[in-house]
C-alpha cells in the first residue's frame, strides 16, 4: 500500500517533521503544502515576517522537488480540493502549533493529526506534571528544572551544573560603558536568491492589488529560510557569540541591537532548528570549554525553559485565556503604534525599539516587555489587541508564542496565573540598562514637568490605578507604599491623564 500525503504546515520546515521516528509519516510519505493567501488578508502582519515565511516555505518545496505537491490557492479549503486523489486521499499532518490550525485539520474527516514536533515535552507529560502540582503555581522555575532532570541538560549527576539551577542573577550586567556596541562577530546573515526575489514581487503585486495590506518595511531577509541557514546561524552563535551572551542578556543598546542574542527564536518557530540540538550543542560548548556556564545556563533557560513553558502553558491555559483583562484594561492601540510610526515618538528608547520593529520585525526580549509592553501596561491598552499586534509584527511572532507571553508575562491580564507580579519600571531601570536616555528629550528622573519620562509618570500612575490589587501582592506591595512619599502624586496623575493616547 502507498503512503498517505503528509501535509506540512509553513511552521514544519525541517527534517524531524518528516522523520518516520517518533510517529512522524512514513518515510516515502508524498508531501502537501499549501500557501493560502487568506492568511495574509486576515491579519496585516510586517512585510519582513510576510516574506520571511513565504520565502522559507518555498525554499522547503524547492528541496522537496517532485515529493512535494505545493499548492497556492486563496484558502486551505480550495486547496484541498486540489491535491492529488481529488480530495479523497487521507492525509496524516503533525499536530499544528496554534488552536485555529488545529480547529481545521481535525473538522476534516480525510486528516489524521500525529504528535506534535518541534517541542521537548510532549503534552501529555507536561499534564501529568501540572497534575501533581496539586493545585499549586505553574512557575516556569519549576518547570525548567523538570525539564533539566528530564533530559540530563547541563546536569552534573543528580543536581545542576555548577551547584546552582539558575543564574540569572549573573546574567544582568548593564552596557559596558562607552561603547556603543558589544565586541563580539556579527550574527549569521543569509544570501537572497531567486526565490527570495520571487516571493518579494507576488508580496508587490498582491499589495498592488488590495489584496493584502502590510506594516513596516521590507528589506533584505535577515532571518533563515532554509535548514543550511539555519544550522549556519547555529553554528556561528555558539563558536562567536554564545561566550558573551549571558552577562548582557537583558541590557539594552541603541547602535546594537542584536548585541550577543541568538536569532535564532524565527528559524525556531519556523521549524528549521529542533530545540533538542539547539541546548544540547550549548552544553557541549560548556562541556568544551568555549562558554562560560552563565552563558550556556541562560541561553538553555531561554529555549528548554522558557519557550518550551509557553508552549505548554498555550495549550493548558485553554481557549478562553486569550479574553483575559484581569486588570481591565480597555484604551485602544494608538495609531502611532499600530503604524510603526517611531518618528512620531519622543521618548527616545521607544522611539529606538519601535524604529527596530519598523525595520526588521525584531527586537530581543527585554526591548519587547520593558519598552513596548511595559508602554501598553502603563497606558492601559486592550490586552487582546496588544497580543495581536505582537503576533503581527515580530517575524517569530505565532498565536502560541505570543498569547502567554503578551496575556502573562507583559500584560498580566491574567491576574497571576504565569507570573508573580506586573513587569513595568520607571526610567530609572532603562537608564541603568541602556545608553537610550542619554540623548533623550526626557529626564528619567523626572516624574512631572516638560521634561518628565513617561515610563517614570506612567509607573506611578499604573500603581495608583491598581493599588489595592498590587498592595496585597508581596512582590509589588513596597514599591505601592512608595505612593505615599510620592508629593507630586496628583500633578503626575494629572499629567499622565493628558497624555492620553498622544505619543510620548
Avoid at 486551505?76 to 490550525?101: D, F, I
Wanted: net charge neutral.
Amino acid at each position: 500500500m502507498e503512503p498517505r500525503p503528509h501535509w506540512l504546515f509553513g511552521d514544519q520546515l525541517g527534517p524531524h517533521f518528516l522523520d518516520p521516528r517518533h510517529g512522524g509519516p512514513d518515510a516515502q510519505a508524498p508531501v502537501i503544502m499549501i500557501e493560502a493567501r487568506s492568511v495574509l488578508r486576515r491579519r496585516r502582519f510586517h512585510r519582513a515576517k510576510a516574506h520571511l515565511v513565504l520565502s522559507a516555505m518555498r525554499h522547503r518545496a524547492a528541496e522537496l522537488g517532485d515529493r512535494v505537491t505545493y499548492v497556492r490557492a486563496a484558502t486551505y479549503t480550495e486547496a484541498l480540493a486540489q491535491v492529488p486523489g481529488g480530495g479523497r486521499n487521507r492525509l496524516t499532518v503533525c499536530h499544528p502549533t496554534s488552536r485555529a490550525a488545529l480547529a481545521l485539520v481535525t473538522s476534516l474527516e480525510r486528516v489524521d493529526v500525529l504528535p506534535a514536533k518541534g517541542f521537548l515535552v510532549p503534552r501529555a507529560e507536561f499534564a501529568e506534571w501540572a497534575g501533581r502540582r496539586d493545585g499549586r503555581s505553574l512557575r516556569m522555575e519549576g518547570f525548567y528544572r523538570w525539564v533539566r532532570e528530564r533530559h540530563d541538560l547541563l546536569m552534573d549527576g543528580d543536581g545542576p551544573a555548577g551547584g546552582r539551577w539558575n543564574l540569572d542573577h549573573d546574567n544582568r550586567e548593564p552596557p559596558p560603558r562607552g561603547q556603543d556596541t558589544l565586541t563580539v562577530a556579527g550574527p549569521s546573515r543569509p544570501e537572497e536568491d531567486e526565490i527570495d526575489d520571487e516571493v518579494r514581487h507576488d508580496l508587490d503585486r498582491w499589495e498592488r492589488d488590495g489584496q493584502v495590506s502590510f506594516v513596516g518595511r521590507d528589506s533584505p531577509r535577515l532571518f533563515p529560510a532554509t535548514r543550511r541557514e539555519a544550522l549556519s546561524a547555529l553554528r556561528r552563535f555558539l563558536t562567536h557569540r554564545l561566550p558573551d551572551f549571558g552577562r548582557y542578556e537583558d541590557a539594552m543598546l541603541a547602535a546594537d541591537p542584536v548585541m550577543s542574542h541568538s536569532l535564532l527564536s524565527a528559524p525556531l518557530n519556523l521549524g528549521l532548528l529542533d530545540p533538542a540540538e539547539c541546548v544540547e550543542r550549548a552544553e557541549a560548548a560548556y562541556r568544551a570549554g568555549d562558554a562560560p556556564l552563565n552563558s550556556v545556563e541562560g541561553f538553555v533557560r531561554q529555549i528548554a525553559g522558557w519557550r518550551e513553558y509557553v508552549w505548554q502553558l498555550y495549550w493548558h491555559f485553554g481557549e478562553d485565556y486569550r479574553h483575559r483583562n484581569a486588570l481591565r484594561h480597555h484604551a485602544p492601540l494608538p495609531d502611532w503604534f499600530l503604524e510603526l510610526d517611531a518618528d512620531a515618538v519622543t521618548a527616545n528608547c521607544l522611539s529606538t525599539v519601535l524604529a527596530q520593529v519598523r525595520d526588521t520585525g525584531w527586537t530581543h526580549h527585554i526591548p519587547r516587555l520593558m519598552v513596548l509592553g511595559s508602554r501598553a501596561l502603563q497606558d492601559g491598552w486592550v490586552p487582546a489587541a496588544v497580543t495581536d499586534w505582537f503576533h503581527r509584527c515580530f517575524v517569530d511572532g505565532y498565536d502560541w508564542v505570543m498569547l502567554p507571553n503578551v496575556v502573562g508575562m507583559s500584560q498580566y491580564a491574567d491576574g497571576g496565573l504565569m507570573t508573580t507580579k506586573p513587569y513595568t519600571s520607571g526610567g530609572a531601570y532603562l537608564h541603568k540598562m541602556s545608553d537610550l536616555c542619554g540623548p533623550c528629550a526626557y529626564r528619567p528622573t523626572d516624574r512631572v514637568g516638560d521634561h518628565a519620562c513617561p515610563y517614570s509618570t506612567g509607573y506611578w500612575a499604573f500603581l495608583h490605578r491598581h493599588r489595592a490589587r498590587l498592595s496585597a501582592n508581596h512582590r509589588t506591595a513596597r514599591a505601592v507604599q512608595g505612593l505615599d512619599r510620592l508629593k507630586d502624586l496628583p500633578e503626575l496623575l494629572d499629567q499622565a491623564a493628558a497624555r492620553g493616547a498622544q505619543a510620548p
